[in-house]
């Protein structure tokens, strides 16, 4: 069997679907599974809708989600020393050559300005790696453009002359393409080559079970880069729609899914896309992240969101951030955890005022004012032991401290674990925003 050599070719329409960041990652796995190469090539022979901005937006998906592509030899020993990609729009010439060759052959003909492709009546099967043979009756199936009458080639031709132009050993696309694989098949036998063989995956649902478009939530994978998710958490999720490891395990690095990837493992029914479970993940990710990864992320999530983190010292955002992210789950609730150690003003959620800082809260601020003010060791070991000895001697539990505290201190009534979290913050700020909180909510 010659080298696999598989292909991504997604349409720069101005966002990359998170059905499409799946192709191209089981494009990846199968040719790093099998030490092939794997070929980005951009379909934008549409110029109407295609933009240089679009195309970006393809490449940053790629490269978040870690998947490099590759130019390798092609099949005849011919390298391009740019990697890549291929765009379709500076291929004309190629495609020309293709309907030259099926117009000497008669096997297209021009129609009121287009160019033709004459399908061949007969029983066409499709032997899919994924879905089986599947057989079509093309009995009566029409003849189909393959060059518009502005000159443009459409998308089934180019499509299969590229394939056969870059060596394409394998075609791995969405089961939505199956219908189109007799036309493809069609002509490639045309133009005298040899098809790939082809796997279609299954299509990803949204939560109603229809197919997941453009509309749905969630359906653009900037989404998730924009939320804070981490690139190797949403793509371990992908590897799941679709495939797993057929064992009870969800959670596995990169290099296991190449290790084990087969199309033969793929599933033959559709994927359902759950967020939930995806926002789970992540946030397993997260919290089993080191001390040296984490940081780094955790300065991106904050510069990005207007807080310059070389205001403060490393060894203060290292607190914060180990702290912080044992409790959330994406990197924008830890931008929102992390605003009241950044921020001087404490913002006050209203629900969270009303439950805790009613005058019965007040009271126990002040109360905690005067206790904290004299304390020696503000560590949260210490705080601790303050808040549960004032509780005890005032015969309340030591939540009638800890609610008013937290709202006092963050200005809100969840979030990272209390007495570190004072800590963190130090005495004088802690005391200050107590003071600020009675003088503002006393009645």
């Not at 901005?53 to 940053?60: G, L, N, P, S």
Request: glycine residues 8%.
């Amino acid at each position: 069997m010659s080298r696999v050599r598989v292909r991504f070719a997604p349409s720069p329409t101005g966002y990359l679907h998170i059905g499409g960041a799946r192709t191209a990652l089981f494009n990846w796995l199968y040719a790093r599974h099998t030490k092939g190469t794997f070929i980005l090539r951009i379909e934008d022979t549409d110029s109407a809708r295609n933009t240089a901005e679009a195309v970006r937006v393809i490449f940053d998906g790629l490269r978040w989600l870690g998947l490099d592509w590759d130019e390798g030899p092609m099949p005849d020993g011919s390298v391009r020393g740019d990697r890549g990609p291929y765009f379709q729009s500076e291929r004309g010439a190629v495609y020309d050559r293709a309907i030259r060759f099926l117009l000497d052959r008669d096997q297209a003909y021009e129609k009121d300005g287009a160019i033709y492709f004459r399908m061949p009546r007969k029983k066409i099967v499709v032997d899919d790696l994924i879905c089986g043979e599947v057989g079509f009756d093309c009995t009566l199936e029409q003849d189909f453009v393959i060059r518009r009458k502005d000159g443009s080639p459409v998308f089934h031709l180019v499509n299969v002359v590229d394939d056969l132009e870059m060596g394409i050993t394998h075609v791995i696309r969405g089961e939505d393409h199956l219908s189109n694989t007799p036309k493809h098949l069609a002509i490639a036998a045309a133009l005298g080559g040899d098809s790939p063989r082809y796997a279609h995956i299954p299509l990803i649902l949204n939560r109603t079970g229809s197919k997941m478009s453009k509309r749905d939530v969630g359906a653009s994978l900037m989404e998730y880069r924009n939320g804070g998710y981490l690139p190797q958490a949403v793509r371990n999720y992908l590897c799941l729609l679709g495939w797993s490891l057929r064992e009870n395990r969800e959670i596995f690095p990169i290099e296991e899914a190449v290790e084990r990837f087969e199309l033969g493992q793929i599933h033959r029914s559709n994927a359902r896309f759950d967020a939930d479970k995806l926002l789970w993940m992540n946030g397993s990710y997260l919290r089993a992240l080191s001390a040296e990864v984490i940081l780094p992320q955790a300065r991106e999530w904050l510069e990005r969101a207007g807080y310059p983190t070389g205001k403060w010292e490393p060894a203060y955002l290292r607190e914060v951030t180990l702290l912080i992210k044992e409790k959330v789950k994406t990197g924008r609730e830890f931008v929102e955890w992390a605003r009241p150690f950044l921020e001087e003003e404490v913002r006050f959620d209203p629900e969270a005022v009303k439950r805790f800082l009613n005058p019965a809260g007040v009271q126990a601020l002040r109360e905690l004012l005067s206790d904290l003010s004299v304390a020696p060791d503000f560590s949260a070991s210490s705080l601790e032991a303050r808040f549960r000895r004032l509780a005890q001697e005032r015969g309340t539990p030591v939540r009638t401290y800890v609610h008013p505290a937290r709202v006092a201190t963050t200005g809100r009534e969840v979030g990272p674990s209390l007495y570190p979290s004072l800590a963190i913050l130090g005495k004088d700020r802690v005391l200050q925003r107590l003071r600020r909180a009675i003088e503002t909510f006393a009645s």
